[in-house]
């Protein structure tokens, strides 16, 4: 009769535990992991007296020994997947950075100040899209040269022509995916 008291109190005070801690969760998410958790220990504690009599316990802890091995397992390969994904997206960033660079530099090269530019890249690292917004550079001295305003805009038209070509050429792009706006 006692070990009947004592595996109902088992259970009771697991039944309070499990209360306490579902309450206790930072975040909702994380319930449905504790009642998976705790559906296991429930099971265990209800079936291990029955198990014990009939002299299976230890088979039944072996299994139970063996599910938490590939729960772990599994739990470890989720982890990994999410190592990976993380390095990739860090990976992606860096590239997309490195190349914002290389277009500002083009750009520099047709005399055009590089203000803004952001380059898109797809999952398998190839241009997806440039957008850059440009100024027209100041001279070596910092003096202007006085030219007719259409000379001004048709240069500055030609010029970003130009790198809007180079970019598209360089990159494998078509010229619509790049976006340059003058300010």
């Not at 005070?13 to 206790?24: D, P, S």
């Not at 190349?99 to 890249?121: F, I, N, P, T, W």
Request: aromatic residues 10%; contains cysteine; glycine residues 2%.
């Amino acid at each position: 009769m006692g070990y009947v008291f004592t595996w109902v109190k088992n259970l009771v005070c697991f039944y309070l535990l499990l209360t306490v801690v579902l309450h206790l969760l930072p975040r909702q998410s994380y319930r449905k992991y504790v009642r998976f958790f705790s559906g296991m220990l429930l099971t265990i504690l209800v079936v291990s007296p029955v198990l014990s009599l009939l002299g299976n316990e230890e088979a039944l802890r072996e299994k139970i020994s063996q599910a938490e091995f590939f729960q772990d397992l599994d739990n470890h390969k989720l982890d990994t997947e999410h190592l990976e994904t993380t390095q990739k997206e860090i990976y992606l960033r860096e590239y997309e950075r490195a190349l914002e660079m290389d277009v500002s530099r083009m750009a520099q090269e047709k005399q055009l100040a590089a203000r803004e530019v952001k380059v898109r890249l797809t999952e398998g690292y190839e241009v997806e899209s440039i957008e850059i917004a440009v100024a027209m550079e100041k001279d070596d001295d910092n003096i202007f040269v006085q030219e007719t305003p259409a000379a001004s805009d048709s240069s500055r038209d030609t010029k970003i022509s130009e790198l809007r070509q180079d970019l598209a050429e360089y990159y494998r792009l078509n010229e619509e995916q790049v976006s340059i706006v003058v300010l």
